[in-house]
């Protein structure tokens, strides 16, 4: 338990309205930690007053101020997810001969910050700041299987929302909710030549504080390669746990 209760339940209060998709009421902030309605008024007026959270009059709600921004603005400066998993990357690569990338989802694409490859590797179209559609790469879908399906509905509400590059890969909202289903259920996922032929990816998301995909880490090899897709999976899982413990500031 923290020995500066005050402190904490600011922080659990910022972390709940950045979780939220818009402003909230008090109420719903009170019944959302569990704090009474009293103290998360005490709460809000102190942190407005250094402009962490602003105050909406006409909606009776409360969002994330400036400082909020600024802070967030300032973890960015600082590399954060990127310096935490270079390393991993890095060891990825070493163990495995494999090329890892570490991505994050922009919406309905696949944006890649950080590639580690190996000496001598085959060119390949994903590097740092290259986008790809999310749901024809495995670091878009293992991050798409962990969203909630309503977000994933409101990227793809139909076949037009659908890109193809070599035939293959989901092009129906059925379809991809169905491969959505089974690499949840297996924990990682696999893309075969849907991004470029003769390639083949495996790759597992890593979780921020509350639960929700954060970033995604993936191994690619040529598909010829005699490596089984589970094996490297085996590794990336390893990869995506340990950032996901980074991310949370555990030891």
């Known amino acids: 338990m923290s020995v500066v209760p005050a402190a904490t339940r600011a922080l659990r209060l910022l972390r709940f309205l950045a979780s939220r998709p818009g402003p909230v009421s008090a109420s719903a902030i009170a019944n959302g930690l569990d704090l009474p309605r009293s103290s998360v008024y005490q709460l809000l007026e102190a942190m407005a007053e250094e402009g962490f959270v602003t105050h909406l009059p006409e909606e009776r709600r409360w969002g ?35 090329t890892a990338h570490l991505g994050v989802l922009h919406g309905a694409d696949t944006l890649y910050l950080l590639k580690e490859q190996p000496p001598h590797a085959p060119t390949l179209i994903t590097g740092v700041g290259v986008r790809l559609p999310a749901h024809l790469t495995a670091s878009g879908r293992a991050m798409l299987a962990q969203l909630p399906r309503a977000q994933v509905r409101a990227l793809y509400p139909d076949a037009a929302a659908f890109t193809d590059r070599t035939g293959r890969g989901p092009g129906t909202p059925g379809e991809l ?32 504080h509350n639960g929700r995909p954060a970033a995604a880490i993936s ?22 746990g340990e950032l996901t413990r980074r991310l949370s500031g555990r030891a």
């Open 64 to 98: 994330l101020g400036v400082a909020a921004f600024e802070i967030g603005s300032a973890y960015l400066r600082h590399d954060g997810i990127e310096r935490l998993a270079r390393p991993l990357l890095h060891q990825l690569t070493e163990t495995t001969g494999a």
């Open 177 to 208: 909710r169905t491969l959505l289903g089974e690499e949840r259920q297996q924990g990682w996922s696999i893309e075969s030549g849907q991004v470029t032929e003769g390639f083949l990816s495996v790759a597992a998301a890593a979780a921020d």
């Open 219 to 240: 191994l690619t090899v040529p598909s010829a390669r005699p490596v089984t897709p589970r094996a490297l999976a085996s590794r990336v899982r390893d990869a995506a």
